[in-house]
T-cell receptor
Framework: EDQVTQSPEALRLQEGESSSLNCSYTVSGLRGLFWYRQDPGKGPEFLFTLYSAGEEKEKERLKATLTKKESFLHITAPKPEDSATYLC????????????FGEGTQLTVNP | GAGVSQTPSNKVTEKGKYVELRCDPI?????LYWYRQSLGQGPEFLIYFQGTGAADDSGLPNDRFFAVRPEGSVSTLKIQRTERGDSAVYLC???????????FGDGTRLSIL
């Protein structure tokens, strides 16, 4: 059974204080690992897909990396508008459809 | 362009009633997914449609839950004899093809009294 564990559950940062979120996963064969951002009362917003170990993707202040067991979402010099819940999900090779999500990391960036 | 649209945004009903939740996917997306999200949890997979057919319904919790997509576009999730434990946010997502990134709507918040 696919499993995704995210840490920490919650993270408070000061504006400009860089940090990383962790996503550890267990899957029989990884088709893709997905990062989403979710604001209160909204649906998850797609950020990145990573397909193979060593791959990196960047978007503004965010950079996602992937190894065979985990993924990191690095946030450089965050701003208050980066405050949200960040969700990680894996897609298994054989199904290629369903996403298995972690419980998310709630990020708060204080001005 | 327009994103995934879900209606209603909120639904409050009594235990034992029947409810229908609607999802209008992004135009041209052949794959459609339903998830359920409880407070403080990540979304949990329910069912996946490829075109008109349910390709994977293994996430449906029991036979009170049913979903259709008769013309390969709009989908309806149907819940019979609702229970208080069905209260959650029901999310719909669509993707261009199987395996492509899934784009979510803002969900229907279902409350069973």
């Amino acid at each position: 059974e696919d499993q995704v564990t995210q840490s920490p559950e919650a993270l408070r940062l000061q504006e400009g204080e860089s940090s990383s979120l962790n996503c550890s996963y267990t899957v029989s064969g990884l088709r893709g690992l997905f990062w989403y951002r979710q604001d209160p009362g909204k649906g998850p917003e797609f950020l990145f897909t990573l397909y193979s170990a060593g791959e990196e993707k960047e978007k503004e202040r965010l950079k996602a990396t992937l190894t065979k067991k985990e993924s990191f979402l690095h946030i450089t010099a965050p701003k208050p508008e980066d405050s949200a819940t960040y969700l990680c999900a894996v897609q298994e090779e054989t199904s290629g459809s369903r996403l298995t999500f972690g419980e998310g990391t709630q990020l708060t960036v204080n001005p | 362009g327009a994103g995934v649209s879900q209606t209603p945004s909120n639904k409050v009903t009594e235990k034992g009633k029947y409810v229908e939740l609607r999802c209008d996917p992004i135009s041209g997306h052949t794959a459609l997914y339903w998830y359920r999200q409880s407070l403080g949890q990540g979304p949990e997979f329910l069912i996946y449609f490829q075109g008109t057919g349910a390709a994977d319904d293994s996430g449906l919790p029991n036979d009170r839950f049913f979903a259709v997509r008769p013309e390969g576009s709009v989908s309806t999730l149907k819940i019979q004899r609702t229970e208080r434990g069905d209260s959650a946010v029901y999310l719909c997502a669509s993707s261009l093809r199987r395996g492509q990134p899934q784009h979510f709507g803002d969900g229907t918040r279902l409350s069973i009294l």
